[in-house]
């Protein structure tokens, strides 16, 4: 089915051309930073992990957020998300990509990365992500590439698929709450010390994700032939807008344990975030811009009126990836470490060199995504679209 | 086509198992090299069940008592010095924090003038139940069974730096490029240095100690800072703790630092 | 054959890239390596031995630099007793490199033949040559 991805207009490889310029320079800045060390990144002996593990850490959520169609279609034969359970599984994948590329380059000495195998550690939350991350990259390209095989030939996918299936809508939340364990069980770093950490992420993900495939999927309708369905767009947007609010929800119950109490610990990463500390407030306007979009937001969604126009819905999509993009892949990570374990303060910005090796790791997953969307889109426009299970 | 694949999903299974077979071979390889020979503790080296330290902060007579301390850890460590370019990416392995920020939590703003601006000593706490080791996805961090220092193997360290997150004490440091340049002292060339992208902190000079030697800092400190085996009522530490009152940093962690801290009457000093 | 231009095009460029070694140092001689054991602390000794035979340390020094660096490192073992009952200091820089004071003329004079680039040295110190 490969070959299916080496036809196409000019769009296409215009933007597949666009793609791997970005790549090349994120390269290029990888090669400096392997050679020169993570020094050339702005993370420092406080802040000592970046945008990188933030970006990891948020594409666990999009990653495991495939399940949110996968679920409905496979569990409750919700006929609709036939035609975008193959976009849920073929977003998966590249996010899985993205995810382990990011710890990649996040590494001070890339060449000893199979160490955590030489060496299994069972005590550490390292070991399991990285198992994880690895089962459900393996289910999704199985499930995904055997299920669009016969629907390519018209048959019913084989009888040995659904165990998968079945296995990889367990898998998900696990992947995103083994990544929750990793900030959630530090003693001394407050801001992350949460019980809610968990349901915090999966809920953020659950919205983030559907968000990225409503537009996806509306990408998909306006370059091509094949239409992911009405329906199936309004129940992403539903989806959306309930785990948004949760989300929202969680991080206000966050909130409320940590300024009722007055624990000194439990609110200064909050007041650093949202107030500025002690004269240093560098992410205040990023995060009150996440606010200001996540307001919006559930502005538009909450009522069914304003999210059934699709170009509505789609603005309020970006907002809430957008918005949670930032809380999770920025502020979250960032205000854990600030203040540090004397309680002082130091700032954190990602360098060029940095955001340009983010900027192609992020191509490298846009160019998979392009590159299975490209194949699963022409089995659909052949086909007529529905997946038979 | 669907054949060709089947056979490609057979082969690559084949391989995989192949695969698996090579690490076997490589485990006997390594054994039959084990066998080669014994390997044995030096007897002049110092035992303990478990090395603590009392920072007995009356007894330093000035910041250069303090300095000299600390500047015989990163000779004798190879320790860089900050890079003035990147300051908030320095080395450290043994330094001075103020009370409220060494004691977070602690702080008062009453507190006598005299503590609010002593500069404790700070390190790597060897605490009895470490975080570090805890995240550590390779064991390159790992608390010795036989006397409870928290050491570094930087040969196996990936450089994740799960540890330095995971460390409530802020005890540790990475590499952020290659720390050569930077050591502008004189050469320690019985001690290594690091390379780039490891992470390192104090390791309460277990080179030292496996040769009979007391850790460099102590040596230096004229009795400031005892050092012992706390689990021997006869040790110098012991002695320190039953005749004092000390306290340890963010005890309600509950990872039991092996660092005491005397605060002591300002008439001590 | 459909596309044979782009397939043999393709062959083509295969072939180059994975011949490449070959054809880089076509012509090259390159010298047998002679690691050189003439330093002074070497020319001192009665019987010029190292801790194992010179065989065994032809061709196992590697595998026994990595247990040492484990029994020190993480067993905390210092000694090591070699098959003649000696016992000697498991040191990469303070019993090999005392010895064999001449990196350059003993260790690179193989690891450059086989191209090997061993990262002990990125952290241990190597001895001072030519002093």
């Known amino acids: ?45 406080d802040v000592s992990w970046g945008f990188y593990i933030a970006q990891f850490t948020f594409l666990v959520g999009v990653a495991a957020s495939g399940v949110m169609v996968v679920l409905p279609f496979y569990l409750h034969d919700y006929k609709a998300f036939g035609k975008i359970t193959i976009l849920g599984e073929f977003l998966a994948i590249p996010a899985v990509l993205m995810c382990m590329l990011f710890i990649f380059v996040d590494m001070g000495q890339p060449l000893r990365v199979l160490n955590v195998l030489l060496h299994p550690t069972f005590n550490s939350v390292m070991f399991y992500d990285m198992c994880v991350l690895a089962g459900y990259l393996v289910l999704n390209i199985l499930v995904g590439w055997t299920s669009l095989g016969a629907e390519r ?147 538009i969604l909450v009522f069914p009126f304003l999210r059934r126009n699709e170009m509505i819905l789609a603005f309020a999509a970006a907002c809430v990836f957008i918005s949670l993009w930032i809380d999770k892949g920025f502020g979250l990570i960032v205000g854990g470490f600030v203040p540090n ?30 590159i299975l969307y490209k194949i699963a889109i022409s089995v659909k426009e052949e086909s007529g679209g529905e997946a038979i299970h | 086509m669907s054949i060709n694949r089947r056979e490609f999903f057979k ?7 192949l695969g698996l077979g090579g690490a076997t071979v490589a485990a006997a390889v390594k054994k039959e ?26 007894k330093f007579q000035s910041d250069a008592d303090i ?17 003035p370019a990147h300051p908030t990416q320095e080395i450290k392995w043994l330094w001075t924090e103020t009370y409220e920020h060494a004691f977070p939590g602690n702080e008062d703003e009453f507190i006598a003038p005299h503590y609010k601006h002593l500069p404790f000593l ?8 470490p975080p570090c080791v805890r995240v550590c996805p390779t064991k390159a961090t790992f608390k010795r069974e036989s006397d409870g220092v928290v050491m570094m193997d930087m040969h196996r360290c990936i450089g994740c730096r799960f540890c330095m997150a995971a460390c409530p004490y802020g005890a540790r440091s990475f590499n952020f490029r290659d720390p050569r340049p930077f050591i502008k002292k004189e050469l320690n060339r019985e001690f290594p240095t690091r390379t780039k992208g490891v992470v390192e902190k104090c390791t309460f000079c277990y080179e030292r100690l496996a040769k009979g030697a007391m850790p460099a800092c102590v040596e230096v400190s004229n009795g400031a800072l005892a050092f012992g085996d706390i689990d021997d009522p006869d040790s110098d530490v012991r002695k320190v703790l039953d005749n004092n009152f000390t306290i340890r940093r963010k005890p309600e962690l509950g990872t039991h630092p092996s660092v005491y801290y005397v605060i002591g009457g300002k008439e001590h000093a | 054959m459909y596309d044979s231009g782009k397939i043999l095009a393709g062959l083509i460029i295969f072939i180059v890239i994975a011949t490449l070694p070959f054809t880089l140092n076509l ?89 090997v680039k061993p990262y002990c040295w990125d952290c241990h110190i190597a001895p001072k040559e030519g002093v």
């Open chain 3, 27 to 115: 012509g090259k001689a390159v010298a047998k390596p002679s690691p050189s054991i003439d330093t002074p602390a070497i020319n001192q000794m009665a019987k010029k031995q190292c801790v194992e035979s010179k065989d065994y340390m032809k061709t196992t020094h590697m595998q026994m630099l990595n247990n040492w660096r484990d029994e020190v490192v993480r067993e905390g073992n210092r000694l090591y007793v070699a098959a003649d009952g000696k016992e000697y200091n498991m040191s990469l820089q303070n019993t090999c490199m005392n010895c064999h004071s001449n990196k350059s003329k003993f260790c690179d004079e193989c690891h450059n033949y086989v191209a």
């Open chain 1, 341 to 370: 374990p004397f309680e002082g303060i130091t700032e954190y910005w990602p360098t060029t060199p940095e955001f340009l090796i983010a900027a192609g790791v992020w191509a490298i997953g846009f160019l998979v995504l392009t």
């Open chain 1, 1 to 45: 089915m490969l070959e299916k991805a080496l036809k196409g207009g000019r769009t296409y490889w215009t933007w597949v051309a666009a793609l791997l310029a970005v790549i090349g320079i994120g390269i290029a800045c990888y090669i400096y930073q392997f050679f020169v060390g993570l020094g050339v990144t702005g993370m420092s002996r």
């Open chain 2, 33 to 58: 090299v084990e066998a080669s020979g014994p390997y044995l503790l030096d007897p002049k080296g110092l035992k303990a069940k478990r090395w603590a330290m009392a920072v007995d902060m009356a």
């Open chain 1, 153 to 299: 030939k018209g048959i019913a996918p084989p009888k040995w698929v659904r165990p998968f299936v079945i296995l990889s809508i367990v898998w998900a939340p696990s992947i995103h709450t083994v990544t929750a364990f990793l900030y959630a069980g530090l003693p001394g770093r407050h801001f992350w010390l949460s019980a809610i950490m968990a349901a915090r992420f999966l809920s953020s993900a659950f919205a983030a994700g559907p968000a990225l495939l409503i537009i996806l999927a509306l990408i998909v309708r306006r370059y091509s032939t094949f239409d992911p369905g009405k329906e199936a767009i309004q129940t992403l947007g539903k989806i959306v807008t309930y785990f948004m609010l949760t989300s929202c929800f969680f991080l206000g119950l966050e909130f409320f344990t940590a300024f009722y109490s007055g624990i000194p610990g439990h609110m200064q990463s909050f007041i650093y975030l949202y107030k500025g500390l002690e004269g240093h407030h560098q992410l205040v306007p990023l995060m009150w811009f996440s606010t200001i979009l996540a307001v919006v937001a559930i502005g």
């Open chain 2, 11 to 17: 082969i690559a299974g084949f391989a995989a198992a």
């Open chain 2, 67 to 83: 300095q000299k301390c600390i500047d015989a850890c990163h000779q004798v460590h190879n320790v860089p010095e900050v890079d």
């Open chain 2, 122 to 129: 700070v390190l790597c706490n060897h605490c009895e139940n």
